[in-house]
């Protein structure tokens, strides 16, 4: 039989492990492997550059080579990291794994026990998962929307469709644009003239 590696073990038994490591659930070389874990997480936080945390973590582990400590320092990279680069995805996949697995076995035993167990784990999921949303954005709703460019011309504001703004004559156009970025003032008539043309 074949061991576990530790990053299939349960998440339940790394946490046991964590909050009272004198009665860890896990083999030996598993805590050892673990505490290495944490180690190198406290590491990386105080030097993030890690040739630098290498060498720290070699001094803290003697018995490791550079390759392991490398991957000590990558893997707790990927698992510790601070919440900023921190990976959901690979935490709520394995959280996920975990309590798809658990319900598996409850079901397979199917005792009035394990069938409360799945009942619970079904509420894991919808924490982990959480509701669905209420309303959904539409993809077409841009498109369903009318959109305006307000343009103040002297006292009065024009709401220009954007959806027409391209129909609109290249001469209108470009008396637009000339009234817009010349930066003189222009009086009713004039604006009346130009949106009219």
């Excluded at 080579?65 to 320092?73: G, Q, V």
């Excluded at 990976?87 to 697995?101: A, P």
Aim: aromatic share 8%; hydrophobic share 40%.
């Amino acid at each position: 039989m074949t061991k576990k590696a530790l990053s299939d073990q349960n998440y339940q038994l790394i946490k046991n492990h964590i909050l009272d490591p004198e009665n860890s659930p896990l083999a030996p070389a598993l805590q050892f492997q673990l505490d290495r874990l944490m180690s190198a997480t406290k590491l990386l936080d105080k030097n993030p550059v890690k040739k630098h945390a290498v060498a720290l973590h070699r001094r803290k582990f003697p018995g490791i080579s550079t390759a392991t400590a490398y991957k000590d320092l990558n893997d707790a990279a990927k698992l510790y990291s601070t919440y900023h680069n921190f990976d959901w995805d690979f935490w709520q996949n394995w959280i996920l794994q975990d309590i798809t697995e658990n319900i598996k076995k409850c079901r397979n035993i199917g005792t009035a026990q394990h069938l409360k167990i799945i009942a619970q784990e079904h509420a894991n999921l919808l924490k982990v998962i959480g509701e669905k949303p209420s309303d959904i954005d539409d993809p077409t709703r841009h498109e369903k929307s009318q959109f305006f460019i307000l343009v103040q011309l002297g006292n009065k504001n024009l709401p220009i469709d954007l959806d027409n703004l391209d129909k609109l004559p290249s001469a209108t156009l470009k008396e637009l644009n000339k009234v817009l970025f010349s930066g003189k003032q222009i009086d009713d008539v004039e604006v009346e003239e130009i949106m009219n043309s």
